[in-house]
């Protein structure tokens, strides 16, 4: 691990420790027993079967057992507030997990989440939000479009954002805020874990961060704007940095109690300073409606295109898909005892900052939800997804292939709640992801099947 990150990570253990610090005094200055402050506690454990623990491509045998059983076991102390002038909320959570047949991957994982609101009148508000992960979980929507980075490897996130709010009227908004997020793998070069897969294979270190702008304003109780921008940056500690300027501005009219009708326009203007690597500018523009046809069903659906001028690119990476279609729809059906809800989307992503830097990436996906009370102590749920995503057609991808990433997962479970503060559930998901595989040497695709048994408490000391 670099001096950098070193220094980063001790910064953010001190950063965590004044939090709890912080958060003991608030609730020692307090006067005893105020039912404003109230400490808590909860617990979760967990009996899993997982049969690929590595997300192994199919075909690769890096690994003397891909399938464990494994046991986490996750206390989490914290506290929270709430008055009409000051929300605040601080939890931390420790997670040991136990395998059995591949021993040494068991680990101690740490999450710690802060929530904080000040009131300064009734229009005024300031607030901060932050949250540390620790953790050697593997990554599953992390392609990098030839390969699947598969493998446990040690890394911290921190993703912290701050700003002020004003409310002046019943529904105008103007929020100003700064958000910083980072990702820090702690194990470079493997670092004697045989396991992981070490640095430049899809993990490289980021920190993406800026300040952004969010308004809405209606000039009466029909017709409203609103306004979204942020400016971002994003630098790597091995690749080359990236900027990103993201407008959203849109109209809302509102037909009727029942119907609202909208349109957007959304502009991207991505500055890159990879020398191979050329600027460009992304346009959207799509229409849309939402009706509540009744409390029982509630439909959201919108549609347009999206376009990316070509510029001063060179003929080796136009590409088809700078033009397409962007749409979506959202249907929510409600009973008294069950729910259902279906999505779908398809147009372009821009991602950076994350596990594999996509960036301007067109994709399609839908996805099913459905809960149903058996009881007023027994219900269950399932959720069945799918998502595609590529790189452009570039005549660089045609050469190395199509560039895809396609995922399925499947999840059913029950729960059950034995008392108040007790709650048991069994569950069992499948994923199934896919990139393309270009030579022999990044091997991708994999699948996984996972049962799990668990039982979470929660007990308010007050």
Same mark, same amino acid.
């Given at each position: 691990m670099s001096y950098l990150n070193c220094q980063a990570l001790n910064t953010l253990c001190r950063i965590l420790a004044l939090l709890f610090i912080g958060g003991i005094y608030l609730l020692c200055s307090g006067r005893p027993g105020h039912a404003d402050w109230v400490p808590y =506690? /909860?617990?979760?454990?967990?009996?899993?079967?997982d049969s690929n623990i590595f997300l192994e491509p199919e075909g690769e045998h890096r690994h003397d057992s891909r399938s464990d059983f494994r046991t986490n076991i996750s206390p989490t102390i914290g506290i929270r507030n709430e008055t009409n002038l000051r929300l605040f909320s601080l939890d931390y959570n420790m997670t040991y997990s136990q395998f059995y047949k591949n021993s040494d991957q068991s680990y101690l994982g740490h999450n710690a989440a802060l929530d904080y609101e000040r009131h300064f009148s009734d229009r005024l508000l300031w607030y901060a939000r932050d949250s540390v992960a620790l953790s050697e979980e593997p990554e599953s929507d992390t392609y990098d479009y030839t390969s699947v980075n598969y493998g446990r490897r040690r890394n911290l996130t921190n993703t912290g954002e701050t700003g002020i709010e004003y #409310?002046?009227?019943?529904?105008?908004?103007?929020?100003? *805020?700064?958000?910083?997020? /980072?990702?820090?793998?702690?194990?470079? #070069?493997?670092?004697?874990?045989q396991h992981g897969l070490g640095r430049g294979y899809g993990s490289d270190d980021s920190v993406t961060y800026g300040p952004g702008l969010e308004a809405s304003?209606?000039?009466?109780q029909k017709n409203g704007v609103l306004l979204n921008y942020t400016w971002e940056r994003t630098d790597y500690e091995v690749s080359y940095s990236e900027k990103r300027d993201h407008l959203d501005l849109g109209y809302q009219h509102r037909w009727s109690p029942h119907t609202t009708l909208r349109a957007d326009f959304i502009l991207d203007y991505v500055d890159t300073y990879d020398p191979l690597l050329f600027d460009y500018k992304v346009y959207?523009? $799509?229409?849309?409606?939402?009706?509540? *046809?009744?409390?029982?069903?509630?439909? @959201?659906?919108?549609?347009?295109f999206y376009y990316r001028p070509s510029g001063d690119q060179p003929d080796?990476?136009?590409?088809? @898909?700078?033009?397409?279609?962007?749409?979506?729809?959202d249907v929510i059906y409600t009973q008294q005892h069950w729910n259902l809800r279906l999505s779908g989307e398809a147009g372009i992503r821009m991602e950076y900052g994350d596990y594999n830097n996509r960036g301007y990436t067109p994709y399609r996906s839908?996805?099913?939800?459905?809960? #149903?009370?058996?009881?007023? /102590?027994? #219900?269950?749920?399932?959720n069945i997804s799918y998502d595609y995503e590529k790189s452009p057609d570039t005549g660089l991808a045609i050469i190395a292939g199509e560039n895809r990433r396609e995922t399925y997962? =499947? $999840?059913v479970g029950i729960e059950y709640l034995f008392l108040s503060w007790l709650t048991g559930t069994a569950e069992y998901q499948y994923n199934d992801e896919s990139a393309t595989q270009v030579s022999d040497e990044h091997l991708a695709g994999y699948n996984d099947h996972r049962f799990m048994l668990r039982l979470s408490a929660t007990y308010d000391w007050l």
């Open positions: =506690t /909860r617990a979760t454990l967990e009996q899993i079967y #409310h002046y009227g019943p529904e105008n908004l103007l929020r100003l *805020f700064y958000s910083d997020s /980072r990702l820090i793998y702690l194990n470079s #070069h493997d670092n004697g874990n304003y209606w000039f009466n959207q523009a $799509t229409v849309g409606f939402m009706r509540i *046809f009744s409390p029982m069903l509630e439909i @959201d659906i919108y549609s347009g080796y990476i136009s590409s088809s @898909d700078n033009t397409g279609y962007s749409g979506g729809m839908m996805s099913l939800d459905f809960t #149903h009370d058996l009881t007023d /102590r027994l #219900h269950y749920y399932a997962n =499947t $999840t």
